[in-house]
């Protein structure tokens, strides 16, 4: 039978689904639409339905919306397959098919037939097929006088009982996910792609105009899309890629709009956010902001400066680390702005103040401590949380640590007295493959000199109770120059120090051969970071947080029983979510206001030659000077660039499209405004902007900079 404390749960969950909610904040499960949202979307100005939206019984907007790749959102556009998604989503597949011959980050790229479409391996597309509310299921059996490794194992035995079925494949995806920290659980049943091509994408001075300078930056003149397509086996099912497929026929797809958007208008956001803490404690805001997010800025700010200096003098590095730096440049930016909006917000003392409201509550309704007990555990998590920081940046998000570690499993296999040689030798091909791709954008100078910055770095670890890795240790009283002739001599010794070494040794490769990759510097610089993380920070840190996981259940469910009457929306976890607000301007700082879009114009006001980020292809410069616009010109005669609104969005909402009333395409997600990089964790209506690429201006780019009508004849678009 189901116990009376999951009926009591189960209660107060669906109670609240039912009641009013914020419109402008959150991120909500499309399949309560109807129950919740519908009403006042409508009343927002949504002119279409929750079924509309989505539907298991029919076709519906949920059928065209992609989780690309695992980390961003794409939309279809048209019957056979043909995707839209952000450039920098499609940044990595780019750069991989980018060369000094063939320079497709810096030129473009537009397939003119099918068959020039490129194939990106491990590159997938995502569909979700249904939702279903399995809480009951999951929870069947659980007493609260369980302990909670008993209530886990249960919990994950009926998740397994949900997820087993008899179609299970890489082409056929059933996972369930907890939601207010495992108050809910939702299935969701998805099918996955494994062959997508890139079709086209504008050259980075319009697909990424304004680099990293511009990121989380409003105003905005990027142009960031590209488009890629969807192949499926003859009957239309996912399949690997194969010559022999054809393009996906979607059940769904997004229509056009060319009509643009007015102030207050309403919008829709349908995507898949990544993570969001929204109602983390105040002690888990304040380890965020004062001891992790210093650390992380410092050292990132560094790689940044170190790959800059490599890549404005080398053409060849800018392709070899222009993603990368992309990368660490993204973290770095959004942690100064999340920084400064918790400040601005006053976010750590407003949650104290509803703490302490909370604990007078609490005495009375059972859950009495337990802010104490959340203080005190995440005071007792918080020198972890950092060594983990220092371990992930200087080790992990370390190329040549985290490759060379890789090779791990070649020691582990070849201490076995016993061998499964089936399994050996793919492991041997697996990684003699992984070489060729990792050398291609591996420079020994610049991987040297970030090195010496990780461990200048985590030499510096200021909590004295957990040490640091045993091979750098030493290195505590030396100084600058010592410490770089240690990692030259470490690569001079390394058969990790260019490609041509390591594969040499992998020709005739026998299992006795592996004493060389443990006896290698660079290997066990690698071993030495790993084995610390393990032995040292991993299980306090994974003990901390799950003890701290169950207060957080109790939190979460103490917060749904004060809030009766409120839908409390879920944190995001990378599952489709919606969200929805209007096309609005903002204040960022007294005497300033920021309009709600950009346009061409802004983009030749930028213009400067001396600068990588913001030059200006020639053929753009002409058709701005010839307003040669067509028909994706705004009804002012402008070329509309980008535009902003109050949709709450996240990492993962990249490459989402952004909805008109009428459910139709008007543009795709791509950032937010610098202001309001802090609504992971706290959400402020007067600040938080989305950052949309206007649709005119990616198909004026298709159309008049690319030539590539093809494209435009083959999408529906609405004049």
């Not at 400067?608 to 040669?628: A, C, F, Q, R, T």
């Amino acid at each position: 039978m189901y116990s009376k404390f999951n009926k009591a749960v189960l209660l107060i969950i669906t109670a609240i689904l039912s009641l009013t909610l914020n419109a402008k904040e959150g991120m909500y499960l499309p399949m309560l639409l109807k129950k919740i949202n519908a009403s006042d979307m409508q009343a927002m100005g949504m002119r279409i339905t929750a079924e509309e939206i989505y539907s298991v019984n029919q076709a519906s907007l949920k059928d065209a919306i992609v989780h690309f790749g695992g980390g961003c959102t794409a939309e279809l556009v048209s019957e056979k397959g043909l995707l839209l998604t952000n450039h920098h989503c499609g940044y990595r597949s780019i750069q991989k098919h980018s060369t000094l011959e063939h320079d497709y980050l810096t030129d473009g790229f537009w397939a003119k037939t099918l068959e020039e479409e490129l194939p990106n391996d491990g590159l997938t597309a995502t569909i979700l097929q249904r939702m279903e509310d399995v809480t009951e299921q999951v929870l069947a059996g659980v007493k609260p006088e369980m302990d909670e490794k008993e209530r886990q194992e249960l919990i994950n035995k009926n998740i397994e009982k949900l997820t087993q079925k008899d179609d299970d494949s890489k082409f056929h995806l059933v996972e369930i996910r907890a939601f207010y920290y495992g108050n809910q659980y939702i299935l969701m049943e998805s099918i996955v792609f494994h062959d997508v091509r890139l079709v086209g994408t504008p050259p980075s001075n319009i697909g990424k105009f304004g680099g990293d300078t511009d990121n989380w930056m409003w105003p905005r003149h990027t142009g960031d899309f590209s488009v890629f397509r969807i192949y499926a086996d003859k009957d239309n099912n996912p399949a690997d890629y194969s010559k022999e497929n054809i393009p996906y026929k979607p059940k769904k797809h997004l229509k056009i709009s060319l009509q643009g958007y007015q102030p207050n208008d309403f919008t829709m956001v349908f995507g898949y956010p990544g993570t969001t803490q929204e109602y983390l404690p105040s002690a888990a805001i304040r380890t965020i902001v004062e001891t992790v997010n210093p650390f992380k800025i410092d050292l990132r700010r560094q790689k940044l400066d170190i790959m800059a200096e490599f890549m404005n003098n080398d053409p060849k590095i800018r392709i070899q680390y222009s993603a990368k730096y992309a990368g660490v440049a993204n973290g770095w930016k959004k942690w100064i702005g999340e920084n400064r909006g918790i400040k601005r917000l006053n976010t750590i003392n407003n949650k104290q103040l509803e703490e302490k409201e909370f604990s007078l509550w609490a005495k009375d309704h059972g859950y009495d401590n337990l802010i104490q007990e959340l203080n005190t555990l995440y005071e007792q998590l918080r020198p972890y949380e950092l060594s983990a920081s220092y371990f992930f940046e200087t080790g992990y998000y370390q190329d040549i640590i985290r490759f060379a570690y890789s090779f791990q499993a070649l020691e582990r296999y070849s201490n076995q007295k016993e061998i499964n040689q089936e399994k050996y030798n793919a492991l041997v091909e697996g990684l003699k493959g992984s070489i060729k791709g990792f050398y291609k954008d591996f420079n020994l100078e610049v991987e040297k000199t970030l090195l010496e910055a990780g461990i200048t770095a985590y030499l510096q670890f200021p909590e004295t109770t957990i040490p640091i890795p045993t091979t750098i240790a030493p290195l505590k009283s030396k100084s600058p120059e010592e410490i770089k002739k240690y990692i030259d001599k470490l690569f001079s010794k390394s058969i990790f120090a260019d490609e041509a070494k390591l594969a040499s040794f992998f020709e005739n490769y026998s299992s006795s051969k592996f004493k060389k990759i443990q006896k290698d510097p660079v290997y066990q610089l690698a071993l030495s970071y790993y084995k610390n993380y393990f032995d040292h920070i991993m299980n306090p840190l994974l003990n901390y947080q799950s003890q701290i996981d169950v207060l957080m259940r109790k939190y979460m469910q103490a917060q749904i029983e004060i809030n009766a009457g409120q839908y409390l929306f879920p944190d995001a976890n990378s599952t489709l979510r919606v969200s929805y607000g209007k096309v609005e301007n903002y204040e960022p700082r007294d005497g300033v206001i920021y309009n709600h879009f950009t346009t061409l114009d802004g983009i030749i006001e930028k213009e400067n030659p001396d600068i990588y980020d913001y030059v200006v292809e020639e053929k753009l410069k002409e058709l701005h000077k010839s307003k040669d616009y067509g028909r994706y010109a705004d009804a002012d005669g402008t070329m509309h660039t980008c535009f902003i609104a109050s949709n709450h969005t996240s990492g993962g909402n990249s490459g989402s499209p952004v909805l008109n009333a009428e459910g139709h395409l008007i543009g795709l997600n791509f950032d937010r405004n610098w202001e309001g990089t802090m609504s992971d964790l706290d959400y402020d209506p007067n600040q938080c902007r989305n950052i949309t690429v206007d649709i005119r201006y990616c198909l004026f780019i298709i159309d008049k900079f690319a030539g590539a009508q093809h494209l435009i004849e083959e999408m529906e678009i609405l004049d």
